[in-house]
């Protein structure tokens, strides 16, 4: 059974840094690439990036482009660092493990992890 695991949300002021992770099992990088996604309140989920490890390509969102960097362990370990927070940031973020062609698309879905920035 495929089974993510996101953690490292938190309150972080303006201007911050947080890195988030996603951890996996059931299935490996070999079988699916992993995306990251957020949701805000009121608003629709957004592909924020998403890594391959097979093709070796990683995407990101005009909107984080520069800020965040997604890489990984090629073991079991997802990252997400995020850098330059802005409260716009703030949402519901969750790792999937889907395709990243050429953006994140999910079939197994983590529970999500809150992160909130303030101004």
């Known amino acids: 059974e495929a089974r993510l695991v996101e953690s490292g949300g938190d309150l972080v002021q303006a201007g911050g840094s947080l890195r988030l992770s996603c951890t996996i099992s059931?299935?490996?990088?070999?079988?699916?690439?992993i995306g990251w996604f957020r949701q805000a309140p009121g608003k629709e989920r957004e592909g924020v990036s998403c890594?391959?490890?097979?093709?070796?390509?990683t995407y990101y969102a005009d909107s984080v482009k520069g800020r965040f960097t997604v890489s990984s362990d090629y073991k079991n370990t997802v990252y997400l660092q995020m850098n330059s927070l802005k409260p716009e940031d703030t949402a519901v973020y969750y790792c999937?493990?889907?395709?990243?062609?050429?953006?994140?698309?999910?079939?197994?879905w983590g529970q999500g992890t809150q992160v909130t920035v303030s101004s």
């Open positions: 890594i391959s490890t097979v093709h070796r390509t």
């Open positions: 999937a493990a889907g395709s990243c062609t050429p953006g994140p698309e999910g079939d197994y």
């Open positions: 059931g299935f490996t990088f070999d079988d699916y690439a």
